[in-house]
């Protein structure tokens, strides 16, 4: 592939210059660059190549191009709408145009695969679900899922370098055809990504709303929710954000706030009570954490329904 391969996990050469939107760097899909000038490019990543001259791509940057990526080693962390992902070999990393997302400092091995928008007809688009940005970024496949992945880039690459075999008219339409076959594939394969996340969010968002049901009169702790539950911080987090909006901690305020209104409402119970009841022992801090989320206090508050 020489120098018109993808290496270092930049893919391209050298030449041009980005243009620069809300102070990140935006760079265009190297046209020039292609073999044959075609819309898009595929080839091994290795080391010390990038989008363009003097790119420094380990700062936040954007891309108005597809691009695939395919590791054969890890781990390598990239960033991503600055969500922050742990790649291994055999996953993959699909970035959309317009994504921000930043290279890190370590080797990248494997294939990685760039498009121009508008390569591709409309009709293709839709079915791969190009501009699917509610999908994860990230794709771990299985063993059968990665082997036909890995043979249908293979593939796609083998046409992309024989530039000789056909009239360029049939050369690009060979590769369009091709591209197809390989992005449907990945397509499935983040649409059943997506679902199993959503499966797993909700399984998670179900957990932890039983747990804070039996537990919240005396436990307010995220963190003790996710380690009982044997979740990381950061699952529950994108669990519940998910589910609901906001964030764990918010959702466990919200619960006790709610058992505290109904006891004011409808039990006789001192203040003090009524904090310890729901997990504040001094009635100081139940007070002020009624305040808080309420915007009155709890004397207030019971006398306003009485």
Same mark, same amino acid.
């Given at each position: 592939?020489?120098?018109?391969?993808?290496?270092?996990?930049?893919?391209?050469?050298?030449?041009?210059?980005?243009?620069?939107?809300?102070?990140?760097?935006?760079?265009?899909?190297?046209?020039?660059?292609?073999?044959?000038?075609?819309?898009?490019?595929?080839?091994?990543?290795?080391?010390?190549?990038?989008?363009?001259?003097?790119?420094?791509?380990?700062?936040?940057?954007?891309?108005?191009?597809?691009?695939?990526?395919?590791?054969?080693?890890?781990?390598?962390?990239?960033?991503?709408?600055?969500?922050?992902?742990?790649?291994?070999?055999?996953?993959?990393?699909?970035?959309?145009?317009?994504?921000?997302?930043?290279?890190?400092?370590?080797?990248?091995?494997?294939?990685?695969?760039?498009?121009?928008?508008?390569?591709?007809?409309?009709?293709?688009?839709?079915?791969?679900? &190009?501009? =699917?940005?509610?999908?994860?970024?990230?794709?771990? #496949?299985?063993?059968?899922?990665?082997?036909? *992945?890995? +043979? /249908? %880039?293979?593939? &796609?690459? =083998?046409?992309?370098?024989?530039?000789?075999?056909? #009239?360029?008219?049939?050369?690009?339409?060979? *590769?369009? +055809? /091709? %591209?197809?076959?390989?992005?449907?594939?990945?397509?499935?394969?983040?649409?059943?990504?997506?679902?199993?996340?959503?499966?797993?969010?909700?399984?998670?968002?179900?957990?932890?709303?039983?747990?804070?049901?039996?537990?919240?009169?005396?436990?307010?702790?995220?963190?003790?929710?996710?380690?009982?539950?044997?979740?990381?911080?950061?699952?529950?987090?994108?669990?519940?954000?998910?589910?609901?909006?906001?964030?764990?901690?918010?959702?466990?305020?919200?619960?006790?706030?709610?058992?505290?209104?109904?006891?004011?409402?409808?039990?006789?119970?001192?203040?003090?009570?009524?904090?310890?009841?729901?997990?504040?022992?001094?009635?100081?801090?139940?007070?002020?954490?009624?305040?808080?989320?309420?915007?009155?206090?709890?004397?207030?508050?019971?006398?306003?329904?009485?």
């Amino acid at each position: 592939m020489a120098d018109r391969s993808t290496q270092g996990g930049r893919v391209g050469g050298e030449g041009g210059a980005g243009q620069e939107i809300d102070g990140i760097r935006t760079f265009p899909f190297p046209v020039d660059l292609s073999l044959s000038g075609v819309g898009m490019q595929v080839g091994a990543m290795g080391s010390g190549r990038t989008w363009r001259a003097k790119a420094l791509l380990e700062r936040v940057h954007r891309i108005d191009f597809h691009v695939v990526m395919l590791f054969h080693s890890g781990p390598v962390r990239h960033m991503i709408d600055f969500a922050e992902y742990e790649v291994s070999a055999g996953d993959i990393l699909w970035i959309r145009p317009g994504q921000v997302h930043r290279f890190s400092h370590a080797d990248y091995h494997g294939t990685a695969l760039t498009m121009q928008p508008g390569f591709l007809p409309r009709a293709t688009v839709e079915a791969t679900g &190009l501009y =699917r940005y509610d999908q994860p970024p990230l794709l771990r #496949p299985g063993p059968d899922q990665l082997a036909a *992945l890995e +043979h /249908s %880039l293979a593939q &796609l690459e =083998r046409e992309y370098v024989d530039t000789t075999t056909l #009239p360029l008219s049939l050369h690009t339409s060979v *590769l369009r +055809h /091709s %591209l197809t076959a390989f992005l449907l594939r990945l397509a499935h394969l983040a649409a059943s990504s997506a679902e199993a996340a959503r499966e797993q969010t909700d399984t998670t968002f179900t957990r932890f709303r039983d747990a804070v049901e039996k537990g919240f009169a005396t436990n307010h702790s995220v963190s003790a929710y996710a380690d009982a539950l044997g979740y990381s911080r950061r699952t529950l987090v994108r669990a519940v954000r998910a589910a609901t909006g906001e964030t764990p901690k918010g959702f466990i305020d919200k619960r006790v706030v709610l058992e505290a209104k109904r006891l004011l409402a409808h039990t006789e119970l001192p203040i003090g009570r009524v904090g310890v009841a729901v997990g504040f022992p001094d009635s100081a801090n139940f007070s002020k954490f009624f305040h808080q989320h309420t915007g009155t206090t709890p004397v207030a508050f019971r006398a306003e329904l009485r």
